[in-house]
């Protein structure tokens, strides 16, 4: 059962523009999301969370959208840079609960051409 | 780098052997997280210990299963190996308490199993 939900396996975007990612989740008792970029062959490296009283969370070019009605996140990356291509997974835990483990989503492949 | 140690960075072996992976947290870091990635799927939580004692568990297998040594570093068992046990296996680490609830990722151990 995935709880986390990456629906767009892939995604390319000309550079300077915004690139767009999308998540959803289905357990309510998500409070706190995270993004991970991946490069090939490097672990997951964190890049912005943000905690369910918010629902806008900014560094730099990077700003994540929480819409807990919805159940959905989105991150928005402006402008979109070539090394930003790599593999965006986006992650939830329940931390109300004492839990740090994240549930992850499947990822979305940026491509983002020169 | 994240500062936690995953070795070995790729593993060959064949159906029906035993193996382990071994991972160093960072300095300081009191929990540890496994987890697996297969062919394009997402990161699936395995198991998470902190400071020497299970945590939290997910879909791990009865054939895994991990331990923290007083060092804090922790090995992950896989036994009777097959096929569909080739992954990459991710570590992570983290500072338990109030903070950013980010997770610190090793490199991986890619695992094929022939």
């Known amino acids: 059962d995935q709880q986390v939900k990456q629906n767009s396996p892939s995604l390319s975007v000309q550079e300077g523009r915004i690139s767009i990612l999308n998540c959803d989740y289905t357990n309510s008792m998500f409070d706190y999301f995270l993004w991970y970029k991946k490069y090939p062959a490097e672990g997951p490296t964190f890049l912005i969370s943000i905690s369910s009283i918010k629902d806008k969370n900014e560094d730099g070019r990077f700003t994540v959208f929480l819409n807990k009605s919805a159940k959905h996140l989105s991150l928005h990356i402006v402008p979109s840079q070539p090394g930003d291509s790599a593999v965006y997974f986006c992650?939830?835990?329940?931390?109300?609960?004492?839990?740090?483990?994240?549930?992850f989503g499947t990822g979305t492949r940026l491509t983002v051409i020169p | 780098d994240s500062g936690v140690t995953q070795t070995p960075k790729h593993l060959i072996t064949a159906t029906g052997q035993r193996v382990t992976l071994r991972c160093s947290p960072r300095?300081?870091?009191?929990?540890v997280y496994w987890y697996q990635q297969s062919l394009d799927q997402g990161l699936q939580f395995l198991i998470q210990?902190?400071?020497?004692?299970?945590?939290a568990k997910g879909n791990i297998l009865e054939r895994f299963s991990a331990q923290q040594f007083p060092d804090l570093h922790s090995e992950l068992n896989l036994s009777s190996l097959e096929l569909g046990d080739s992954a990459l296996y991710f570590c992570?680490?983290?500072?338990?308490?109030?903070?950013?609830?980010?997770?610190?990722f090793g490199e991986g151990s890619r695992l094929t199993v022939l």
């Open positions: 300095s300081g870091d009191l929990s």
């Open positions: 210990y902190y400071n020497g004692e299970e945590r």
């Open positions: 992650a939830a835990s329940a931390r109300r609960t004492g839990a740090n483990n994240l549930f």
């Open positions: 992570a680490s983290s500072v338990e308490g109030p903070g950013t609830g980010e997770l610190f």
